[in-house]
């Protein structure tokens, strides 16, 4: 069974800090994708990386797959009150089964002014 | 643009009470369609997911079924709804299975009494 690890589970910060949230695995994804969701909403979509080792970059959110397409990172820049959230990370493997997209549990961030 | 609408956003039922939750998708054809539940401190749980009209995958043997009686529409329900059925139950649905972003609904806060 595939597993996606995130840590940490909660992040308490002040505003115009940094941070780098963590999402791994033993295991091998073809794509990570990161969504962000707010309470009493759904997930939405962040990014999509696919090729070991790249860096995307979203205004002040950078994301990274590993090279060995095992784990990635979000870090944010100067974080803002609009940062607050849950991240969630979740691995794909093409061609298998189509509903097998796996969820980490979440990184419960919140940025405080 | 493709939009997703679900409802209701909150429901309290009592136990032994059926279940309708209802997903519609606008915007695109043949989609993948899925059913996720969120508890706390357990991120997201696939439920069903559904290639086409009629046929639907189980992921978790439980208290529910799932039904796709229109291309767009994906339905979930329950004959006897348990205490352990409430949660916060996510529609989303993706272009294929493999690795595109998901897009989620709203959701529907279900409390069981």
């Known amino acids: 069974t595939q597993l996606l690890e995130q840590s940490p589970q909660f992040l308490s910060i002040q505003e115009g800090e940094n941070l780098t949230v963590y999402c791994n695995s033993s295991?091998?994804?073809?794509?990570l994708q990161w969504y962000r969701q707010e309470p009493g909403e759904g997930p939405v979509l962040l990014v999509t990386?696919?090729?070991?080792?790249e860096v995307k970059k979203l205004k002040r959110l950078t994301f990274q797959f590993g090279d060995a397409r095992k784990d990635s990172s979000l870090h944010i820049t100067a974080a803002q009150p609009g940062d607050t959230g849950l991240y969630l990370c979740?691995?794909?493997?093409?061609?298998?089964?189509?509903?097998?997209?796996?969820f980490g549990k979440g990184t419960k961030l919140s940025v405080k002014p | 643009s493709q939009t997703i609408h679900q409802w209701p956003a909150t429901l309290v039922q009592p136990v032994g009470s059926p279940l309708s939750l209802e997903c519609t998708v606008e915007?695109?054809?043949?989609?993948?369609l899925y059913w996720y539940r969120q508890a706390a401190g357990r991120g997201l749980q696939l439920l069903f997911y559904?290639?086409?009209?009629g046929q639907i995958s189980s992921e978790v043997p439980q208290n529910l079924s799932a039904s796709r009686p229109q291309d767009r529409q994906f339905i979930l329900s329950s004959k006897k709804l348990l205490l352990s059925d409430s949660g916060f139950y996510l529609c989303?649905?993706?272009?294929?299975?493999w690795g595109d972003g998901y897009t989620f609904g709203s959701g529907t806060r279900l409390t069981v009494v």
């Open positions: 989303a649905w993706s272009v294929t299975g």
């Open positions: 295991s091998v994804f073809s794509s």
């Open positions: 979740a691995g794909a493997n093409y061609g298998g089964s189509q509903g097998n997209l796996i």
């Open positions: 559904s290639v086409g009209i």
């Open positions: 915007g695109t054809s043949n989609p993948n």
């Open positions: 990386v696919v090729t070991g080792g």
